[in-house]
């Protein structure tokens, strides 16, 4: 296949360098202005990769997209007189909220959205380490991505493991729930993950889930709130020592990610008219701190 990853940043580069060598033709799109772009996993060789290459992306029988949300619309659209209408276009990144405006700029489509537990960190620009396995699932946004299941042995052939969820917007809602628990405290606080099991959270931590749980309900996402916070406490537990990806924009001062996901969870709390005071708190904070450097 002829394979576009938009945003080779850690994961994007870590699925560059698994299609190459599954076979396939990839090449990449970056800010970088370079045409070609090296990119070395772990301790294998490194590889080399064409950039922002019009006829590639004309070619693209798959563009990935794995930049960070609040980026997607911008790094889409000088791409898009360039993308074919058979193209299939996947967003794999944090968050939600980002399909309902591709879905607008490239409605003949095939759209899909894919969530993935793999680790990587990206070292230096040309370096990737892959620093935990993980699942990756994949399902259809529109009618015409529902019918792209084959994709499911195209990326576990490539990078395993791989499922193709029928219901995807279940396992991003799940995704969701857990960032909105775990990304903006640990970022307000500036703490590892496993900080928040400490009991001084515990109170804070149980309103914001208990509000989650009311939204997750209210949207039909079948999770209870038991299965929830198991599920809560089960990535703090396994990512103990990890520093969430908020808490990293924070402390690098970057644009963090909780409109797509606080955010997104507040947009459709009012759209059922249930009052989150401590996610609208949560998020209200971030934003204070967001807007904090512009004024210094
Ligand atoms: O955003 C993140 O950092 C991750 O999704 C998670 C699950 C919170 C672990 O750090």
């Known amino acids: 296949m002829n394979i576009v990853i938009l945003g080779p940043g850690a994961v ?32 294998y060789n490194a590889a080399l990769f064409a950039n922002n290459d019009k006829q590639s992306i004309q070619d693209a029988d ?19 007189p360039q993308i074919s209408p058979d193209c299939m276009i996947m967003l794999m990144h944090n968050g939600m909220g980002t399909a309902e405006d591709v879905i607008e700029f490239l409605p003949n489509n095939p759209l899909l959205l894919a969530t993935t537990t793999h680790g990587a960190y990206r070292e230096s620009s040309q370096r990737v380490l892959h620093t935990g396995l993980g699942t990756t699932q994949l399902g259809g ?9 084959f994709l499911e042995e195209v990326f576990q052939h490539a ?28 970022a307000i606080h500036q703490v590892t993950n496993g900080t928040l099991a400490q009991e001084e959270f515990s109170l804070l931590l149980s309103r914001v889930i208990d509000e989650v749980s009311q939204i997750l309900t209210a949207e039909e996402i079948r999770l209870s709130k ?4 198991d599920s809560i406490f089960k990535v703090i537990e396994l990512t103990a020592k990890n520093h969430s990806s908020m808490q990293q924009d924070v402390f690098h001062r970057r644009a963090t990610e909780i409109d797509f996901i606080t955010g997104y969870l507040l947009h459709k709390a009012k759209h059922h008219n249930i009052a989150a005071t401590e996610n609208t708190a949560l998020y209200q904070q971030i934003k204070q701190i967001e807007q904090s450097w512009n004024h210094e």
């Open 226 to 229: 038991k299965q929830l916070e």
């Open 159 to 186: 990078l395993p493991e791989v499922k193709w969820n029928h219901d995807i917007l279940h396992a991003l809602w799940h995704k969701l729930a857990i960032n909105c628990a775990i990304n903006p405290l640990t």
């Open 12 to 43: 994007g580069s870590l699925w560059a360098n698994a299609f190459l060598h599954a076979g396939h033709s990839v090449s990449l799109c970056s800010r970088q202005s370079a045409k070609q772009l090296s990119i070395q996993v772990d301790q």
């Open 62 to 80: 798959l563009l990935l997209v794995t930049v960070k949300a609040p980026h997607v619309i911008t790094a889409l659209t000088p791409l898009l």
């Open 141 to 149: 946004y529109n009618d015409k991505g529902k019918q792209c299941a």
